[in-house]
């Protein structure tokens, strides 16, 4: 057996059975090398461990054993039946032993299709008999095999069996799974003493997991259960430590290059601001802020995610932590996503200041002051050379005019606000100007701890998870589009009391012209017919961005009463009169962003409504299918839908929302992956694999913090690993 030093970078040709035309339906799969095809793990395996003949089966339930078997079995026949209205497949199967049924209670159509006479299937679950003693499986797992796979009996029973993803030059090269099989157990064979381990022994015996040797020979051919689960653990820790010790480097050069300001209570201004409020924080607020404190009092600069639901208080966290810098005779700058939040802050800054100022009569005046694109250049600098001279204390605007002034010289604290919008790479382009204030991000888009975990991986998290005491959750309600003309009636009568309402369409894409058509038809139609006689204005992604915040002022200012937009209102705008948000093809949007826009709603003291139209057939309720692995895709996807939106029914709290959407469809919904610089994970699944991340968060962060060159000889693995493996990676995290 070759030894360490043998390199397993060599084509795959240097294998028995492996000739031309096999390399080269290998090389069509991306396997050129020994490594390659080492590394080219199952997508599945089916546990054959049990596998019986029918009529071992049936004494095996005769005495009363019921763990999960698998039978290999031929279709006989199908047959659908009715019990109370609901229909029920059943598949008669049968092998040289005996036959057996596969049952199915719920979503019969959708699977009827898949079970052809003389079909072979392997079927797994537990068995049952029934009342005509018939041995049964209900909603057995399924898996169609070819005859050839049957045959030759090799590899293919009596354990767990791999299942690879088999291309279509695979099979004109005759190489099909059982091939596959046989090629990579040789590969093992020979090869598999050639691997080297990728992490240190002392990580391997902390984490408690597999060496790199055993999880390849597991992976492929598991001896059992545990050894596949070891082996899978095993791949994944690995890319989670990786990553891990990618964010453990991150955020040491951040803390060892950039040296913080170490701020101090200096006077009584911050508990003096606080009395002035007209009201209580929440505890929420105060443990947060007790965070932010615990930051700015320390010599390394801050950089801290503030998470908080839509309506929960951020601002005025925003701005004590301010006046904390402020107190020591720094500014402060808050950076707004748009124009029109920015002008918002601004004012609501102001509103709090001249509280402060009024029973302060004799301290310092605190002022807050705007830098705006709708200001002239002379304005504009005249603004700056305020600010510059030290006579602001807040200087508030959007991210795009920061990027060229010079407004930030005397900044302690830079607070950036909706950050999800601003993206990593910005921020980490503000840190690389050599500016070193203390940073504090707030976000509004709740998302589950493990994504905050790994997308902010280098930031230090705080969450305002409570509202403010007595706020009314909006109303929420789901209904076919057969429901629209008395949806509009209902808005005529509230628009009629003086309230206000949004009615949003989905703009997936800007270029969508359907989309922004259907908008567009809409607010020509509604306010010739059903809005007549009421104020309807338009806005959509089309519109300048001077045109938008024009039409989005107006109706903050109630000049006209309903609006019909694309979702370019989804940002933090604070309209507390309106009541009412229609969702119109709610379906097209995904879980957090229907939260966003209900966000938008329930600001004020009036009850607030706000209905999903969705297609009429996604709106009726369906029967609940518990089960939906063995569903097509497009039928899953309908239940997938529909179980989104009646979440957003259901539930109120944003985290709530976000984890189930993510647990429905993944992360991409909620940052598109690459050009978020949210990591591609190969092996890992974050929404189950929390408790390994952690694990490798710390014992990555660990090894940082006490070598974060890794030149410790213990760390030469991890370092020649992290460079070698990573640098496709490092692209997405601007680390240099
Ligand atoms: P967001 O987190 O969405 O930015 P805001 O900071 O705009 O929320 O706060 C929403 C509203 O709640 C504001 O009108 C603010 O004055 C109010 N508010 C904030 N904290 C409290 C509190 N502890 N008690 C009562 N009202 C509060
Ligand atoms: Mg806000």
Not at 276 to 290: A, H, M, N, R
Not at 526 to 548: A, P, Q, V, Y
Not at 623 to 641: A, Q
Request: proline share 4%; hydrophobic share 40%; with cysteine.
């Amino acid at each position: 057996m070759p030894s360490a030093s043998y390199n397993l970078d060599v084509p795959v040709t240097n294998l028995k059975y492996i000739g031309e035309s096999r390399s080269k339906a290998l090389m069509n799969a991306g396997i050129r090398t020994i490594r390659d095809l080492l590394f080219f793990f199952p997508t599945k395996y089916i546990n054959r461990s049990k596998m019986l003949t029918v009529a071992a089966a049936y004494e095996y339930v005769k005495k009363g054993y019921t763990d999960e078997i698998t039978l290999v079995v031929r279709v006989i026949e199908k047959v659908t039946k009715y019990v109370r209205g609901k229909e029920i497949l059943i598949v008669a199967f049968g092998d040289d032993t005996g036959g057996c049924e596969g049952v199915w209670f719920q979503g019969s159509k959708f699977i009827k299709d898949r079970f052809n006479e003389g079909d072979l299937f392997a079927i797994s679950g537990k068995p049952a008999l029934s009342q005509f003693m018939h041995l049964q499986i209900h909603h057995p797992d399924n898996d169609k095999i070819s005859d050839d796979e049957n045959t030759v009996k090799l590899f293919n029973t009596g354990g767990i069996i791999p299942f690879y993803k088999i291309s279509d030059s695979f099979k004109t090269s005759m190489i099909s799974v059982y091939g596959l099989r046989r090629i990579i157990n040789n590969a093992l064979n020979y090869w598999i003493g050639a691997v080297e381990e990728t992490l240190p022994d002392f990580v391997i015996k902390k984490a408690g997991i597999m060496p790199l040797k055993d999880a390849i020979r597991h992976i492929h051919f598991p001896p059992g259960e545990k050894e596949l689960e070891a082996a899978r653990y095993r791949f994944k820790f690995e890319e989670l430590f990786y990553f891990e010790i990618l964010n453990a480097v991150r955020k040491a050069k951040i803390r060892f290059e950039h040296k913080g300001i170490q701020f101090s209570i200096k006077t009584s201004l911050v508990k003096d601001f606080l009395s002035v409020l007209p009201f209580q924080l929440t505890e929420s607020q105060l443990k947060v802020l007790s965070d932010i404190k615990k930051d700015m009092l320390s010599a390394q600069p801050m950089n801290r995610l503030v998470q908080g639901d839509v309506g929960s208080g951020k601002t005025i966290v925003a701005v004590i932590s301010a006046l904390i810098a402020i107190d020591n005779g720094y500014q402060a700058v808050l950076m707004a996503p748009t124009e029109i939040l920015a002008n918002q802050h601004c004012k609501n800054i102001s509103l709090l200041f001249d509280l402060y100022n009024e029973k302060h009569p004799a301290g310092r005046k605190l002022t807050v002051e705007m830098i705006s694109g709708s200001q002239t250049k002379k304005q504009r600098e005249k603004t700056v050379e305020r600010i510059t001279g030290g006579g602001t204390d807040i200087i508030v605007g959007t991210h795009a005019l920061f990027e060229d002034t010079t407004a930030f010289a005397n900044a302690g604290l830079i607070i950036i606000d909706e950050q999800h919008r601003f993206g990593v790479a910005q921020r980490a382009r503000l840190l690389s100007k050599g500016i070193t204030p203390d940073c504090l991000v707030m976000s509004a888009t709740p998302i589950p701890r493990t994504m905050s975990m790994t997308y902010y991986g280098d930031l230090d998290i705080s969450v305002i998870d409570k509202l403010p005491p007595g706020r009314i959750p909006p109303k929420t309600a789901l209904r076919g589009e057969q429901a629209l003309p008395s949806v509009y009636e209902f808005i005529y009568d509230r628009v009629k009391e003086g309230d206000q309402a949004f009615i949003v369409f989905p703009l997936v894409d800007e270029s969508e012209k359907l989309d922004l058509q259907a908008a567009i038809t809409a607010y020509e139609d509604l306010k010739d017919s059903w809005f007549r006689d009421i104020r309807t204005g338009l806005l959509h992604g089309k519109m300048k961005w001077k045109e938008k915040e024009e039409v989005m002022l107006k109706f903050a200012r109630h000049e006209f009463d309903v609006l019909i937009s694309t979702t370019v209102i989804e940002v933090g705008i604070d309209i507390p009169n309106s009541t009412i948000m229609v969702i119109r093809d709610a379906h097209r949007f995904g879980l957090s962003q229907l939260h966003q826009l209900r966000g938008r709603i329930g600001r004020g003291k009036k009850e607030s409504y706000c209905i999903l139209i969705t297609k009429d057939e996604l709106a009726a309720s369906s029967e609940r299918i518990k089960d939906v692995t063995y569903l097509p895709d497009y039928i899953r996807e309908k239940l997938r839908t529909q179980t989104r939106l009646k979440a957003m029914v259901q539930f109120h709290d944003g985290f709530k929302i976000a984890e189930m959407d993510w647990k429905i469809r993944g992360p991409g919904d909620i940052f598109s992956t690459r050009q978020s610089g949210y990591p591609d994970f190969k092996y890992t699944d974050l929404r189950e694999d929390i408790a390994i991340l952690e694990k490798a968060k710390n014992i990555a962060f660990e090894i940082i913090d006490a070598d974060r060159f890794l030149r410790h000889p213990d760390n030469y693995i991890i370092s020649r690993n992290f460079f070698h493996h990573y640098s496709e990676n490092l692209k997405y995290f601007n680390i240099a």
